[in-house]
């Protein structure tokens, strides 16, 4: 009769290469929360639509309302849904990644796989919404007759940067919440705030890069801020900021100049979320079957 013998720590040395021996769960967990999502839907897949659709229509009702510019140079309609591209790829990641830890606690409790696969396959999933919402973003352009810009070439690197800022900060919120029930509770806060924190409703190169002088009472604390201060790349440092900005670059082209320093700001971001995502998921998953 064979024999099995578990060695101490023998996972954790192969962990990395388990990632890829374990390649079919992933398939099957991220296919599986796809068919979860939208079964005994009568709209089905298309809710990857309506739902940013829906709220393309209020966001450019307000902004028609409140008389907001744009850009000036594109359709209202076309310059919200494009931040609402990467802006709800974010927030739909942030929201599932976050709770499939605990809703997928049997499986973890009871079999060894690399647990880094359940919020991955999540991220997934909302990429295929994204993907879903990017061909209506394309039909859309066809129904104003607008065609994008030539640094249309550069968007793979955008939807890359917006990749990993979805999948840092969901291993963050995944492991935080396993421990930390609260954060259920945090989340759709979190992404509700988001929305109005994130460059949707106006354009990043209207943001000064100096405290105007009319602030008196910041001139009078400390004259030297309103020099030393840069409120555009201090809003920049928010790595979503810089995606959409670079969303808008791609596909609005106009005004819709990138801010560098942002960029590089938001680049830097995304490496940070990723590497401590991962530092902290790895830090704490050895407790996870013992806390769900």
């Known amino acids: 009769m064979a024999k099995l013998i578990i060695e101490a720590g023998r996972t954790e040395r192969q962990y990395w290469r388990d990632l890829w021996r374990y390649r079919e769960l992933f398939a099957f967990l991220a296919w599986r929360d796809l068919l979860i999502r939208y079964k005994q839907t009568?709209?089905?897949v298309a809710w990857a639509v309506v739902r940013p659709l829906l709220t393309m229509l209020?966001?450019?009702?307000?902004?028609?309302?409140?008389?907001?510019?744009?850009?000036?140079h594109s359709p209202i309609p076309l310059f919200v849904f494009c931040a609402m591209l990467p802006w709800q790829f974010f927030s739909t990641a942030l929201s599932e990644s976050g709770t499939s830890l605990i809703t997928n606690s049997n499986l973890i409790s009871k079999v060894y796989f690399p647990r880094l696969i359940v919020p991955a396959s999540s991220v997934i999933t909302s990429f295929v919404d994204f993907l879903i919402a990017g061909v209506f973003m394309a039909l859309l352009m066809a129904v104003y007759r607008f065609a994008p810009p030539i640094q249309v070439l550069a968007l793979p690197i955008f939807m890359l940067l917006?990749?990993?800022?979805?999948f840092g900060v969901g291993l963050w919120i995944a492991a935080l919440m396993v421990k930390y029930r609260d954060f259920r509770f945090v989340v759709p806060f979190v992404v509700q705030f988001g929305l109005y924190a994130a460059p949707v409703f106006a354009m990043t190169n209207r943001i000064p890069e100096r405290l105007p002088a009319k602030w008196t009472w910041v001139h009078a604390l400390n004259p030297a801020l309103l020099d030393c201060v840069n409120p555009k790349f201090l809003y920049s440092l928010n790595p979503v900021v810089g995606i959409i900005d670079g969303f808008r670059w791609c596909l609005l082209g106009g005004e819709n100049n990138l801010y560098w320093p942002g960029q590089l700001a938001a680049l830097a971001g995304v490496v940070v979320l990723i590497f401590t995502g991962l530092w902290y998921?790895?830090?704490?998953?050895?407790s996870f079957a013992d806390i769900i």
């Open 42 to 44: 009568a709209v089905g």
């Open 58 to 72: 209020a966001l450019t009702l307000v902004m028609l309302v409140s008389k907001l510019p744009g850009d000036g």
């Open 162 to 166: 917006t990749f990993g800022a979805s």
């Open 281 to 286: 998921f790895r830090k704490t998953e050895r």
